[in-house]
């Protein structure tokens, strides 16, 4: 259910982002998919892997989907959740420019269950994908705050600029049940038998989806990491700190999410792994030259 709405900000940072995905060393394909998107109400342009910009007149949004299936409907089904979402965000946009005031976790649970209830329609219409699903982490970074929703396994943390990682989005797994009890400590809930064991996905079969969503003011300095599980099965949350925080100098020239795609890689590699990096900084714009009189 969505969370409280924090008040509005008055910083406007900059944004840099690195985004990358690896099929792992067992998996034949890649079922994970990513999203970098900027929109505004005139244009809808898709991101590179990497890149900065100014966050002023329009927004973004970075989104991680690991999908599931038989043959390949897993690797279908994350790639039409990510087209829906370059379709449907934009829209959203366009009518909140026309001053139409929409909550956009309210936006966000309405795409997750669109996305979920278009998965189970082609899953009962086409028998290869019957049964196939994903999951879904979404950031959608506005210049007062960024909001997030999310279905499944994959990941968002905050990492802010004092110091510190935190979790912002639930494992929907039993594991994940017990650790936010205290019930379990971060070791167990890796070997856990339940970890892999979803009870909230897009699609999959499932009746129906109840996303989580909310919203978290950002400063300067602030970083967000986007990552499906296959990330996290090789680095623990104090790896993904360190990483992306104080890399080592030989990795100093590295792009952050390919630092830590291949750490990862080098501890396990089991699953499809995708990491999402994004970095707000202090926006140094220079003043216009005012014209002479």
């Not at 998919?33 to 949004?61: C, H, I, M, Q």
């Not at 929703?149 to 994940?176: C, F, K, N, V, W």
């Not at 501890?267 to 900084?281: C, F, Q, Y």
Request: aromatic residues 8%; proline residues 6%; contains cysteine.
């Amino acid at each position: 259910m969505p969370t409280s709405i924090p008040p509005y900000s008055s910083a406007v940072p900059d944004l840099r982002w690195s985004g990358m995905t690896h099929q792992g060393k067992v998996r034949t394909n890649n079922e994970d998919a990513f999203l970098a998107l900027r929109f505004n109400g005139d244009e809808v342009n898709y991101l590179g892997k990497t890149g900065e910009a100014e966050v002023t007149d329009s927004d973004y949004v970075f989104a991680v989907s690991d999908g599931m299936g038989g043959q390949k409907s897993g690797e279908f089904a994350s790639r039409i959740t990510i087209e829906k979402l370059s379709h449907w965000l934009p829209k959203n946009f366009r009518v909140s420019a026309l001053g139409v005031a929409n909550d956009p976790t309210e936006i966000l649970v309405e795409i997750f269950i669109s996305i979920h209830d278009a998965l189970n329609n082609l899953g009962r219409s086409y028998e290869e994908c019957n049964g196939m699903g994903t999951t879904l982490s979404l950031c959608w970074l506005t210049p007062e705050r960024l909001y997030f929703g999310h279905a499944g396994d994959s990941r968002i943390y905050h990492l802010p600029r004092e110091g510190g990682l935190h979790q912002l989005t639930h494992d929907h797994t039993h594991a994940g049940w017990l650790q936010r009890k205290g019930q379990i400590n971060e070791r167990e809930a890796r070997s856990h038998p339940m970890r892999h064991a979803l009870s909230q996905s897009l699609g999959a079969n499932r009746q129906f989806v109840d996303p989580q969503v909310g919203a978290v003011i950002y400063e300067p300095g602030d970083r967000f990491l986007i990552c499906s599980d296959g990330l996290t099965d090789g680095l623990w949350d104090r790896h993904l700190e360190e990483f992306i925080r104080e890399p080592s100098p030989a990795n100093s020239g590295k792009d952050p999410a390919q630092l830590l795609i291949e750490e990862s890689l080098d501890r396990s590699g089991r699953d499809n792994l995708t990491a999402i990096v994004v970095e707000t900084s202090s926006a140094s714009r220079t003043p216009p030259v005012q014209p002479q009189n």
